[in-house]
């Protein structure tokens, strides 16, 4: 089946099977792959990218949900070269150790600023919650968030005003 | 994932004629719960019918006062509206303590209603299950039974409906309005899911090719003075112990009306008939609290590995219907 999907803002049409899951098709027909395939089951969060402006699961989501909409993966975070905020937290932070829920956790992060710009830890977990890490014991990717929200871009009032809360 | 073939349904006649012409045929809404099944191959489905084009994704009022859910109405969606926040709150925290962000912003109402429950064998193709498997035996009754049920189940399955959305449906009297290949019907939201008995391979009344279009909930006074409280083994994402669901009606301090549904301990929501009828038109005191939940669980047949939500059903059911019960400002917080 013929779908146009835009990712990041580029428009990509491919023929592809139904079963193609949303997270295949982007690493391996699009060929980011910044998104991560976890667990495959929707439990650990580490193929989160944003379906239309939301966060979801890329594993649970075929492909063919996908289109006419839009998605927006990790490596559409940064903004003219610039990292974004929250990336520029992680790193700061230590926010991650083997980089693999990562992705995920920024994109679900980048949501939760863009909504609230001030989270308090517990906001903070509440919005991960459906994330899983088995390096950071959960403190430093709160660091992380918190630093982001601490050091907004110069744009980020303008960026929030583009993505409205749903 | 095995291969299918996928359409995408113009109206809601079109779609349930298009999955009642197909035996193996099922209806895509947000997926969340339908393709991890097929990943684990517990669903194996050979034609799709992608809903989420339908135009059931509004929340209106109607003349009447009656709120309309439309079943592809996000739950995240639903659970933010004004509309259900201030005259539905149990139904908004109910919707918030289940699955996580990045799930809500994907799953429907008609999919959380149809959702299949979680057991660790019905999942497991690789162990029996009378569910996925009729007449291949019950894995869950020697076995790991912390979720399971503890009223109404068989010998055949012990599987409890893992939605929080349902309980707190089913406390507010709502009703399914439903389009099948020959018409349209509304069935009470109490009376859609089923239990298990000799069939625990069906998990509601409705047959194949049954589309739910929306649900309704019909104004009432004691809803916006509801809440749901949900013991779980984490403080997110995690799937009820035991929960309740509440409303309540006071005149003075006697119980003029009230609904109760519990979760996590049956095949369904569980409508608490039982306490409501002790509690309607007594004293809202902590001992007929007590008394009321102590008689509801008296048919509680627990397995091994879940005598404890006995007590822990009685004792969260007394203490929703105490903090529902008490004045004061901070019952009238909302999530």
């Known amino acids: 089946m013929m779908i146009t999907v835009t990712v990041n803002g580029e428009r990509h049409s491919h023929d592809v099977e139904p079963r193609l899951l949303l997270v295949h098709f982007l690493r391996d027909v699009v060929g980011l792959t910044g998104t991560h395939w976890g667990c495959d089951t929707s439990n650990c969060g580490a193929c989160v990218v944003w379906l239309d402006d939301t966060p979801v699961k890329s594993c649970t989501a075929l492909a063919v949900m996908a289109d006419g909409r839009t998605v927006r993966t990790v490596e559409g975070l940064e903004r003219d070269g610039e990292l974004d905020p929250v990336q520029r937290g992680f790193m700061e932070c230590h926010g991650l150790q083997c980089g693999f829920c990562t992705p995920g956790m920024m994109m679900t992060s980048r949501w939760l600023l863009d909504r609230n710009p001030d989270p308090s830890e517990e906001e903070i977990r509440e919005a991960l919650s459906g994330q899983l890490c088995r390096c950071t014991g959960y403190e430093n990717i709160v660091r992380s968030v918190r630093w982001a929200a601490e050091n907004p871009a110069d744009d980020s009032t303008e960026a929030s005003q583009e993505v409205s809360p749903s | ?335």
């Open chain 2, 1 to 335: 994932m095995i291969p299918f073939d996928y359409q995408r349904a113009q109206t809601p006649a079109a779609a349930a004629a298009a999955v009642a012409a197909h035996p193996r045929a099922a209806f895509l809404g947000g997926g969340t719960n339908l393709v991890d099944r097929m990943k684990l191959g517990v669903a194996t489905p050979e034609l799709l019918v992608d809903i989420t084009h339908l135009d059931l994704d509004r929340i209106e009022e109607l003349p009447d006062g009656t709120v309309r859910i439309g079943a592809n109405v996000r739950n995240s969606d639903l659970a933010a509206h004004p509309l259900i926040r201030h005259r539905y709150p149990a139904l908004s925290q109910a919707l918030l303590s289940g699955a996580s962000g990045q799930l809500r912003n994907t799953a429907t109402t008609g999919g959380n209603l149809l959702q299949r429950t979680r057991c660790v064998y019905f999942q497991d193709t690789t162990t029996p299950c009378n569910k996925r498997e009729p007449g291949s035996g019950c894995s869950a009754l020697e076995g790991y039974t912390r979720y399971h049920a503890l009223l109404g189940a068989s010998e055949h399955c012990v599987a409890t409906h893992p939605s929080d959305m349902a309980v707190a449906m089913s406390a507010l009297d709502a009703v399914v309005t439903v389009q099948s290949p020959h018409g349209r019907r509304r069935i009470p939201l109490a009376e859609l899911h089923r239990l298990p008995g000799d069939h625990p391979e069906h998990d509601t009344v409705l047959d194949h090719g049954d589309l739910i279009t929306a649900v309704e909930l019909p104004p009432s006074a004691m809803a916006a003075r509801s809440r749901y409280r949900k013991v779980r083994d984490r403080a997110s994402y995690a799937f009820a112990l035991v929960s309740a669901a509440v409303a309540l009606d006071l005149d003075g301090d006697h119980i003029s009306d009230l609904r109760i549904a519990l979760g996590g301990l049956a095949h369904k929501p569980w409508r608490a008939l039982r306490a409501e009828e002790e509690l309607r038109g007594g004293p809202a005191t902590q001992e007929h609290f007590r008394a009321a939940a102590q008689a509801e669980l008296a048919a509680a047949r627990p397995l091994k590995g879940n005598a404890f939500k006995t007590d822990l059903a009685r004792t969260t059911l007394a203490s929703t219907l105490s903090d529902l019960a008490a004045p004061g400002p901070r019952h009238e917080e909302q999530r």
